[in-house]
């Protein structure tokens, strides 16, 4: 089992790696040149070179000699040792892990990202909680009573829920909840540490709104793969030697049936780690995924790149801990 | 000065997007509908909703219109626009200094003196070192994203890199510490105006955090930052150091911004005025296509509006150097065929979009004349086809527009392609991503015969219109804002002749009249709209009006009911 972690942690770097290289190709690509944008009107080729170094956008993207000379260069030899920007007679540190100075507000990228991270988790966690807990539920007991007026109408609610864009759910539970009926304020972030219930009440909509979409996709999936696991042989065997039904679905039936929602789980908490643009935007929440969409309009840069390869590492990181998770949920696997 | 930093205020990123590109002028309002309710009265805390952050509150790197306006909060310049709705907006006076300059020298001298006793917000009386300072960091590479007129107008300002490198401007002349001159390369009879731009604000050298200066400007105004986190919040508070200031008129105790918020929902809670919401007004994003109706239809909604044109025109440049369009009878003929009600419709009508434009200079620019050199706004295809044969082009042609893939961008291309097509003239549309728009229009050699665009003043004079866009000698091969490529002999000897006039009145009715003279017989842009916004306020709000140059709530006038 260790090895295998060690191995595929290898393989999660090489992984952020390609990311990395990927998106520096996309984005430091772009015919944009940020330079010409900052330097504006009455640009002269010797402001808008100055700009250029200060911005650390002056060397070749990717092929230079040496090798760390070039932007991507200076990029990964950041993230180990940091690195320095000259321009205008001033030098600015930033320290390992760098991931660059943002082109919008020439603050490091990493604190800034890193300041936003705990509301990315507060919105994420708590509705994977709430989708979990209804999605799975809501999916087994259709499962147990297929055909009743509680499959259809939970399945119906669940197919609503796979149906509406989080962002229409968002402006529709504001509008409902904080304009029409008042029963809350508009969302604004808390701190957990400050005043975990009113933490709690100012995430509620998102929670609500992000857990409606999933929880509808896992109730559909756990009674798919419920109904299927019931009608295996080996659960009539269960039943045929006598145990009770019970034990019959939560042993033999449940057990098999979580197996790929766990995966599945990983693939979209890890996604909502890297932050939930849509619910993030639509509430006002500085998380994640607001620097995302704020980085986007102003074509920073650094800022994207940043957000992406965070995205990518818990996506990676949830990847590889669902298939450590494997070997207890599924007997079948064993990594030894 | 360029748009807000989403662009939202006027309804579409795209575009707006790239004017941050463009770095262009700035907005002034045609004056507001709402009635401002005024009490007066000091106290309350005032609360800000922003879509985005602010793109810089360094005085030298602000250059977006909300920004500027917030920026009156924090710092003085030499002078600063009245705190008046409508024309009475436009007008400079006096701020940090005790005139409106004194020019010598066929205008290519200017001196100004400070007032006594003000002060920064750490109780340092201001001097005009810290102006020197300030005027001189904007041509600091380090520092960009500002206007650059100091670098472009003082001498020696083109080959100057900043003070950060051991050297000073000799052409900004500090005799003692209340007196300030500036020595020009050409004269500039509407330098009083350039000293309105807060790259003429005062920084004290030795807190000077350069890049971080961005986050907590040394405070010359009437509030100073308590707190600022990017991209999410800000609170200001009273600088008690502030003083001897005419214009701001200072009112809540305390200013909270909050950022990052949903256009949409910034109307729907700015609609509801439900508790803190109640003190609440917005800045950076207007009143979106789908709240307009809700606003019109509601008048408790509507008598907590203020609505008016923001100085922006919008329109579609003619690249005089391709193919057709360099013969101006092609051009003219073009003029008579476009459907401006439809351009006004795809950005969302008349309440939404803002007014049919006819001219270069938006009214609110000093100098505009009212005339109309071509069809009404429906626009007459007969005429404009007689006109395209007698032009040599009877069947017609094919030509590119270039947009942003937004949906107004694209909405208005499909608009002017459905004008063009009944004169038998068909549009090809290129799009591009908002981000990169301007850079590919700003190429000449990319850029094709169409290009949508938008342009605003950075004071509300033809200087900082009509050169800028239209002059042969702003062409560049790239960052390239004269989208026309206009480089016509006889404008640019007027323009020369103009810029150089001292007389104010003079100089205004020229470009009035060079404005006409060039739609007339160059007819190098197709001008469709005279910007538009609308902005929705809590009910607590008092002293709302749309400033007349910045086309937006005036930050200095704001209070709350407590």
Known sequence: MLRYIIRRSIGVVAILIVISIITFAIFFAYPSNPALNACGKGCNPDRLAAIEKKLGIDKPVFFAWPPSDSQYGKFVAGLFVGRDFEGGGSTERCSAPCLGFSFATDQPVRPALMARLPVTFSIAIGAAVMWLVFGVSAGILSALKKGTV???????????????????????????????????????????????????????????????????????????????????????????????????????????????????????LGGLLGGAILTESVYGLPGLGTAALQAITKSD???????????????????????????????????? | MTL????????????????????????????????????????????????????????????????????RLLYRQLTTYKSEAGSAGTEIVPDLATNLGEPSDGAKTWKFTLKDGVKFEDGTPITSADVKWGVERSMSALIPDGPQYAKQYLVGGTDYKGPYEGKDLASIETPDAKTIIFKLNAPHGDFGYTVSLPTFAPVPKAKDTKVNYDNHPVSSGPYKIDTYVRGKSMTLSR??????????????????????????????????????????????????????????????????TVAGTT??????????????????????????????????????????????????????VQGHKDYNAYADAQGDPTKAKQLLSAAGYPNGFTATL?????????????????????????????????????????????????????????????????????????????????????????????????????????????????????????????????????????????????????????????????
């Open chain 2, 402 to 562: 270039e947009a942003t893939t937004a949906k107004k961008s694209q909405d208005q291309a499909a608009a002017f392609q459905a004008s063009m097509k009944k004169i038998g003239v068909t549009i090809k549309v290129a799009s591009v991503d908002s981000g990169v728009y301007y850079t590919t229009i700003g190429d000449i050699k990319k850029e094709p015969e169409f290009a949508i665009a938008a342009w605003g003043p950075d004071w509300p004079s033809a200087s900082t219109v009509i050169p800028p866009l239209f002059e042969g000698k702003q062409i560049v091969p790239q960052g390239n804002q004269n989208f026309a490529q206009l480089n016509d002999p006889a404008t640019n000897a007027e323009i020369a002749r103009i810029t150089a006039l001292t007389d104010a009145n003079a100089a205004n009715k020229a470009w009035g009249d060079l404005d006409e003279k060039m739609m007339t017989e160059q007819a190098p842009i197709f001008p469709l709209l005279n910007d538009k916004a609308i902005f929705i306020y809590g009910k607590n709000v008092t002293g709302v009006f749309l400033h007349g140059f910045y086309g937006e709530p005036d930050m200095a006038a704001l209070g709350v009911m407590k």
């Open chain 2, 311 to 364: 100085g922006f025109l919008r329109y579609i440049a003619m690249n005089t150097t391709k193919g057709p369009l360099k013969n101006p009878k092609v051009r003219q003929a073009l003029e008579w065929a476009i459907n401006k009600t439809d351009q006004q419709t795809a950005r969302g009508g008349p309440d939404a979009a803002g007014d049919i434009a006819t001219t270069i200079l938006a009214p609110t």
């Open chain 1, 150 to 268: 509680f499959d259809r109408t939970a399945m119906g609610i669940a197919l609503g829920g796979v149906s509406l864009p989080s962002y229409f759910t968002a402006l529709i539970a504001l509008y409902l909840v904080c304009y029409r009926l008042r029963w809350l304020d508009y969302p604004t972030y808390v701190n957990f540490s400050d005043d975990p219930l009113n933490w709690a009440k100012n995430l509620l909509l998102p929670w609500i709104t992000l857990a409606f979409l999933f929880a509808a996709l896992y109730a559909r999936l756990t009674r798919a793969n419920m109904l299927e696991t019931m009608g295996e042989d080996y659960i009539r065997t269960a039943r045929a030697k006598g145990l009770p039904e019970s034990r019959v679905i939560a042993k033999h039936g449940l057990r098999a049936a979580l197996t790929p929602i766990v995966t599945i789980f990983g693939l979209d």
């Open chain 1, 301 to 336: 840069q650094p800022t994207i790149l940043g957000v992406t390869l965070i995205a990518a590492f818990f996506i990676v990181m949830a990847n590889l801990i669902v298939d450590v998770l494997y070997a207890f949920v599924d007997p079948k696997v064993s990594y030894s």
């Open chain 2, 239 to 304: 600088n008690k150091n502030w003083s001897n200031d005419d214009v701001r008129k200072a009112l809540p105790d305390t200013i909270k911004v909050q950022m990052g918020l949903d256009p949409a929902v910034i109307d729907q809670r700015l609609i509801a005025s439900a508790g803190a919401d109640a003190n609440a007004i917005q800045l950076d994003s207007s009143a979106q296509t789908a709240s307009i109706a809700q606003v019109k239809t509601n008048p408790e909604i509507k008598a907590r």
């Open chain 2, 4 to 71: 807000n930093n989403t662009g939202l205020r006027i309804g579409t990123a795209a575009v707006s997007l790239a004017l941050l590109a463009t770095a262009c002028g700035g907005s002034s309002s045609g004056g507001s509908k709402g009635k401002p309710v005024t009490s007066g009265k000091k106290g309350g805390e005032l609360s800000v909703l922003l879509v985005g952050d602010f793109e810089h509150l360094d005085p030298q790197r602000n250059y977006v219109s909300s920004a500027l306006d917030f920026g």
